[in-house]
């Protein structure tokens, strides 16, 4: 009885070699990006009278996003108005009164005097602050470079562990594959690359926040830099026009030259008071923030009523319209992308669905920690599927040969060295399985093709209940059934 099942026929699942084109893609995964993020920021400091726009709020450009009160800055602007037509008033007076006496030159004099040391006193102060403001903000420039190197490591872990669950992977596929393990073995291993990836998105999520941290203490110290420099100057200016004003107190104002510095002096108040009314009226329009583009509000930071200061973000406005898949692309890809070069792009949260792409942007220059170079996947999004900061899997296609022989990959055997496949074969007995050398040349996700040794039309061996020896007689099911041993044994 061993004898006769020895000699039975074994049911095999086939397929058939046919033409087809094999496709190497190179595979990546991404976040989507908005191609413009504006942070929408106040200039001045005060109460926001009105912000009525919400996460998700469409904006155009143009439009009136945040008012800030105006109030305090309104009562500068007519203080202001009213030192520019006072400077105006004695400009004139000078220049009538040109012919006055020397009477009261020496009380003139102590006050210029006492003019300048106040001058000098408020300038001493304006640049203590200024130093002090710049060390608070150096000091959380350098705290916040500290965050990113900090997040930086730990996507450097979360890459380990993605990497090392990833050859895990690849072990147990290798296993399941020779029907060593069983497909709840590939199923949990995949299940660890899958947590593995989603400690590395949130890593790099943690980077991204601590990128802005760092950008915005970076923000606030250049505002400090630029506001502390004014005000130096302003006060430099004003001692100045004091040191200007004693020295024509001191000065004879009956002569010419006298009186000539004189009117300079007043001259240069009137242009400082000039100055100081066209930054007043600037920071008065400064209290209206409006929308640099067409999008949508992606972040708001602060409510209605609340305190903002100069350079604090009020709100996030991002262009959707086009949205961009950043990837990276080691070395020995680089050379084969290009601009323009197409791509295939899906979504784990819409349901895998596919999507055209093409590459819009490509850094020429490799990241010199993982040598790998930055590329920009543009997508159409006026239906507004792709939100930004979802992952996205994309792939490029670097490779394509055509009409290729082809059969499936798991109808290719290797044994000490040799690749083969089992051939049907029709003889007077019936069909027989015959071993057949091959050469393989390019293979894709399912497919691999035959450089030698197999023609289109042929039929091989897929799977069987037992192994099949050359030249044992097999009874050939339907193509791309799969018999095993006690039942079907599932795909991974």
Known sequence: MRETRKNAPSLVSTETAAIRDIVKNFNATGTVESPQNVKIASKVSGRIDYLELREGDKVKRGQVLV??????????????????????????????????????????????????????????????????????????????????????????????????????????????????????????????????????????????????????????????????????????????????????????????????????????????????????????????????????????????????????????????????????????????????QNAVVSFDALANRKFNGSVVQYNPSADVQSRQFMVRVSLDNKQGLFKTGMFARVALEIERGKDLVCVPREAIKQTNGDTYVMVVESSKDGEVARRRNIVMGMSDSGFTSIAQGLEAGEKVVMLSAFPVRDGAKIITGDDNKRPGAGGKRGKP
């Open 67 to 340: 008012r800030i009160d105006p109030r305090q800055i309104e009562a500068e602007v007519h203080r202001q108005k009213a030192a520019l037509a006072e400077a105006q008033y004695r400009l004139a007076q000078a220049k009538i009164n040109q012919n006055s006496t020397n009477v009261g030159v020496n009380a003139q004099i102590r006050q210029q005097e006492a003019s300048l040391s106040s001058s000098q006193a408020d300038l001493k102060q304006v640049r203590q602050n200024y130093e002090a403001q710049q060390a608070a903000a150096n000091a959380g420039v350098t705290d916040a470079a500290a965050r990113v190197k900090n997040a930086e490591a730990g996507i450097k872990s979360a890459q380990a562990n993605l990497d090392n669950a990833q050859a895990r992977l690849n072990r147990i596929m290798d296993l399941y594959q020779q029907g060593f393990v069983a497909a709840q073995d590939v199923d949990d291993a995949k299940a660890g690359v899958s947590v593995q990836e989603s400690a590395v998105d949130i890593a790099k999520g943690q980077l991204n926040s601590a990128t802005a941290q760092r950008e915005a203490a970076q923000q606030q110290a250049d505002i400090v830099k630029t506001k502390g420099k004014a005000d130096i100057a302003a006060s430099e200016a004003k001692v100045e026009q004091a040191r200007a004003s004693l020295e024509y107190a001191q000065a004879n104002i009956s002569q010419k030259s006298a009186y000539e510095q004189s009117l300079s002096a007043l001259q240069a108040g009137v242009d400082a008071a000039k100055a100081s009314l066209r930054s007043a009226e600037a920071q008065r329009a400064d209290t209206v923030l409006v929308s640099p583009l067409d999008g949508v509000v992606t972040g708001r930071h602060v409510d209605p009523g609340a305190m903002t200061t100069q350079g604090q973000p009020i709100l996030t406005v991002q262009f959707v319209q086009q949205v961009w898949v950043t990837i990276s692309v080691p070395e020995e890809i680089s050379a084969m992308v290009h601009l323009g």
